[in-house]
């Protein structure tokens, strides 16, 4: 707990809850992480593994029923974000945290004209007159390579492609230059040459603006490129963090091992790519034991009787019971050359 | 990438507007009318109140382009002035019963949960009381004036606004940009006026235009009870109402007053279904 302070974002033990006529979705299940000044976090897994479900319950935009926040602490620079009220919670949403979404050609108002929307935001956070806030949202459009910015302002999103319009929407979000910009598959959409060029921005501007960078990506690939650090999420639980070379190099988990193989790899003469087999796990009924056990080729019968607690490398020395902070302090007495490489895996493989 | 500059929003809908033929045909005759209406004082043939008793029920002639009515009155000139109380009521009745509607709906349809729920429940229970009963309830106790009668028409028309809005709300608010709005930071009157109003314009246009003619009815109906406008005051509705009485001997009481209200729905109709296409951006005739 002392050393909560120099975090930035600090989220500890969050239980996300979605009460629903067929049972609980247990969409997020005691996830843990930190956040640090300028640092890119990335966070990989299929739909459904309760990547979104994390970001949003911190900004609390989730809908409430049939979402319930079971337990945790979100604290942002030692407020806990999950017991404000809705305005204090506003406040923080677009000045503190920015979010940008994966589908920029709904993400923009189609009725208002994009200059609106961008001063709107500014002015939501800030006492500004209309005619500043102006100028700084030209700036910014100017910034993200928005061409004739101040001609744009005047124009609909239906004027723009799909690049642009997220191009408008980075703008939007680092227009009150916040601390943490969370992008949930801010790519996903787009097609892959715009992909590149939008990755590459988000990457600018965090060097320029020295914010810290949440990026949410189901694609392996991207999230290793950006990111300082990565979160692996499996049916609402991280099964596995590290640095993208440590995790790339000698994956822990199986089900990263999977997402890594089943990258599209321009040397491999395969004719197929790798596919994970099976579907995500109905999270309202969760299997006993290790919630990847019925798709993972490592499994033994313990997998499938108990639910592997978080450890770090080797599985003989000293496994940290549930205590993420114990797995980033270094020194740890493991033989992995990374600290901070944790997983959640009976089995080493 | 229709345009490298943008254009305002009012130009922009002003250029798809005139585009629609229909629309401005619709905006034409809508337009002749207020200005009959407005000048009546000065282009109707006869004075509202002058009498020929010699001449009786008379059906159109050249002295009497519409006819009489059976205490010799001119019947345009009765039109003309009954349009002026018609439109205005019409127009003014259906303003208050969408700042109303809309406002509410829109609350109430984002809100969403407890707060819909009884907010709703309160428009069914006024829908489920006979609609006269309210009217009379209101013009009593505010006093029988034209100004009372289309606030307590707005009053009563607002209930179906209010729920095709909150229909409308329902599904925007599960849209995208409301929640990247919200992401951002925009505070809730910000999202249900800027962003949820204006994307409900288009049917709520529409269902203006319906309005209109029905409020002018309605307005005929309390003026028959003797609720509305007074005597030797009149408007369509009660030209209607009068006209229906001598329909088998002297046609044309019911034919000009029912063509002229027609014609003025028909009208509204088609401009507001080019409104509603006109203000839409994505909407492209080009």
Known sequence: ?349 | MTRGQGESLWADARRRLLQNRAAVLGLCVTGALLVAAALTPWISPYAYDEQDLNLGASPPTRAHLFGTDSLGRDLLTRMLYGSRISLVVGLLATLVSMIIGITYGAVSGYLGGRWDAVMMRLVDILYSLPFIFFVIILMVYFGRNIVNLFVALGCVQWLTTARIVRGQVLTLKQKEFVEAAVAMGVSTPGIVFRHLVPNVLGPIIVYATLTVPAVMLEEAFLSFLGLGVQPPNCSWGILIAEGVKHMELESWLILFPGFFLSLTLFSLNFLGDGLRDALDPKYRAD
């Open chain 1, 1 to 349: 707990m002392e050393k909560t302070e120099e975090k930035l974002l600090d989220i500890q033990d969050l239980r996300v809850h979605f009460h629903t006529r067929h049972g609980v979705v247990k969409a997020v299940d005691g996830v843990s992480f930190g956040l640090e000044r300028g640092e890119v976090l990335g966070i990989v897994g299929e739909s459904g593994s309760g990547k979104s479900v994390t970001c949003l319950s911190v900004l609390g935009l989730l809908p409430a029923p049939p979402a319930r926040i079971e337990s945790g602490r979100a604290l942002l620079a030692g407020r806990d974000l999950l017991t404000l009220d809705a305005e204090s919670l506003r406040r923080v949403r677009g000045k503190s945290i920015s979010m940008i979404f994966q589908e920029p050609m709904t993400s923009l108002n189609p009725y208002l004209k994009i200059g609106v929307q961008l001063v709107e935001t500014l002015r939501a956070h800030e006492a500004i007159a209309a005619e500043a806030a102006r100028a700084r949202a030209i700036r910014m459009l100017d910034r993200v390579g928005i061409a004739d910015a101040g001609i744009r302002m005047d124009g609909y999103p239906h004027e723009l492609s799909g690049g642009m319009r997220q191009r408008v929407m980075i703008a939007m979000a680092l227009l009150t230059q916040p601390d943490i910009l969370i992008a949930d598959e801010p790519t996903t959409a787009l097609d892959v040459t715009i992909q590149a060029q939008i990755l590459e921005l988000i990457r600018e501007l965090k060097a320029e603006f020295g914010m810290a960078v949440i990026l949410i990506s189901h694609a392996m690939g991207v999230v290793a490129e950006m990111s300082d650090r990565i979160l692996v999420m499996y049916a609402g639980r991280v099964v596995e963090q590290g640095n993208p070379g440590e995790i790339f190099r000698h994956p822990a988990h199986p089900y990263t091992k999977a997402l890594i193989d089943s990258m599209p790899n321009p040397n491999a003469s395969a004719d197929r790519l790798p596919a994970i087999a099976g579907t995500p796990p109905d999270l309202a009924r969760l299997p006993a034991g290790c919630a990847f056990a019925p798709r993972c080729g490592f499994a033994r019968p313990v997998c499938r009787e108990t639910d592997p607690d978080e450890r770090t490398r080797p599985a003989s020395e000293t496994p940290a019971l549930g205590a993420p902070e114990a797995l980033t302090r270094p020194g740890s007495p493991t033989r992995s050359a990374e600290p901070g490489h944790a997983f959640r895996c009976h089995v080493d493989i």
